[in-house]
């Protein structure tokens, strides 16, 4: 498929939401259930490449990735050719009963991309929420334990045993207790907003030390069976904990013979400038979890992959009707394949060091951007109303993502006052020069105004 001639740079001709869109928003709102949080309103009608096109015609860049999950950009011509290979073919065969080839060889590929040179098995649902739920059994059968860790701020999806696991806000919580029990949240490694008032480097790692603590006046360390953590929290605003942080973690790990799941629905495939973010780390996580971008954005599909010895469940002990659909294997296969052939992790890798780098100068002149980070294309600014205080500048960075969409880019909320860009992996440096030339724009209108 040819890029459409709309496809070729952002274009805004009507407010957003235009008359169309309001008109498909009042119709979802009677209908569709209100707990979605519909951070914008556009209404998608095509997307190509990095752009997709609203019902009024209005064209945006999205450097979000439709959330991200659009590694591969929208509607990738060899990922909508493996889709249509795969449907003349077959389109269902229920894994969980039967055999098809392509559920063996992209648990094949997985196996062989994922940190470890060891024997792995794949275990393969829906989403990144199953993903999660399948790493929480996973660890407690092997293990035999009751008990699980993980952190404040994370986010690992909305089914039960995933939200109570996460702790982004007590919205995900209210009214649904109890929770799967024996969770035990620890701060993460916020180091921009450390909770003990430390400054990395010289900090001593406090934050580190609390878990220790935790082991020894609360929870007995041998009734744990996993330590679960995003390598970069990313609901959260892009969290990058310091480089020595997850090796002190896994060795806190071996020591009790906790499991470690890294959750890389968001950060894994490439988007970091590794394969999986766990990487920058040299840290093997004992399962990982990955989602999203895996089948491009074209089926849903996640998967959890472990060595063959810790992945030892029974049969019947956990499954899922569509999990490792059969097109969904298909698709993710050919997106691995472009991942391979255009060098994508290593393009994301370097793309991202020249957005850190021109996102760190725009830092530097502006008073309302506090800290930039971020790996490969993953990057995150954090804005502030006061660059010695911290305090985070909400409102103002809602009004940068409102003036980005005015002007055509979409750029993503994260954290309490956080912007998360991270486009796909194969946008072109020219629009992601001009997609960075629109953000500092609007930054540069809000300082402006403020
Ligand atoms: C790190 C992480 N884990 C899990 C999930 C849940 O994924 P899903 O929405 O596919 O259930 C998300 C979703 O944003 C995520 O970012």
Request: aromatic share 10%; proline share 6%.
């Amino acid at each position: 498929m040819a890029r459409p001639r709309w496809a070729r740079g952002p274009h805004v001709a009507t407010p957003t939401p235009g008359p169309r869109a309001r008109r498909i928003i009042a119709r979802d709102k009677k209908v569709i259930s209100p707990s979605y949080t519909r951070a914008e309103p556009i209404v998608g009608e095509e997307g190509y490449g990095c752009y997709v096109r609203d019902v009024d015609g209005n064209v945006f860049l999205d450097l979000s990735s439709g959330m991200f999950v659009l590694n591969y950009g929208y509607s990738h011509p060899r990922l909508i050719r493996a889709v249509e290979l795969q449907a003349r073919k077959l389109t269902h065969f229920a894994g969980t009963d039967f055999y098809h080839e392509p559920q063996v060889e992209l648990a094949e590929r997985l196996a062989k991309i994922t940190p470890g040179n060891f024997s792995k098995r794949v275990y393969f649902g829906n989403s990144g929420a199953e993903a999660v739920e399948a790493a929480f059994k996973c660890a407690r059968w092997h293990t035999r334990r009751p008990r699980m860790i993980s952190y404040t701020g994370a986010f690992h999806g909305r089914t039960f045993g995933a939200m109570s696991l996460s702790s982004t806000s007590v919205v995900h919580h209210r009214y649904f207790a109890p929770l799967v029990p024996g969770v035990s949240f620890m701060p993460f490694p916020y180091c921009y907003h450390c909770l003990f008032g430390q400054e990395y480097p010289g900090c001593d790692f406090l934050c580190f030390e609390f878990i220790r603590e935790y082991l020894r006046k609360v929870v007995p360390p041998e009734e744990i069976a996993a330590v679960i953590t995003e390598p970069i929290q990313g609901s959260s605003g892009y969290i990058i904990p310091p480089p020595e942080y997850y090796p002190m973690l896994k060795e806190l790990c071996e020591e009790h013979g906790w499991l470690f799941i890294a959750d890389e629905v968001q950060t894994g495939l490439g988007r970091s400038g590794k394969m999986f973010a766990m990487e920058h780390w040299g840290v093997t996580p004992d399962i990982i979890c990955v989602a999203k971008a895996l089948a491009g954005g074209m089926a849903p599909i996640g998967a959890i992959i472990a060595s063959t010895k810790i992945m030892n469940w029974g049969p019947g002990s956990h499954a899922s009707t569509f999990g490792g659909n059969v097109i969904a294997c298909a698709v993710a296969l050919e997106g691995l394949n472009i991942l391979e052939k255009q060098k994508l992790v290593r393009r994301a890798a370097e793309l991202g060091k020249l957005a850190l780098k021109r996102l760190e100068e725009l830092a530097g002149e502006s008073r309302l951007i506090g800290e930039v980070r971020g790996k490969g294309l993953l990057l995150g600014v954090e804005f502030v109303k006061d660059k010695r205080t911290k305090k985070q500048a909400v409102k103002e960075r809602d009004a940068v993502v409102g003036e980005a969409l005015k002007l055509g880019i979409i750029v993503f909320r994260g954290g309490r006052s956080v912007i998360r860009i991270a486009p796909p992996l194969i946008i072109s440096e020219r629009e992601f020069e001009l997609g960075l030339d629109l953000f500092e724009r609007a930054v540069r209108e809000v300082e402006r105004r403020c």
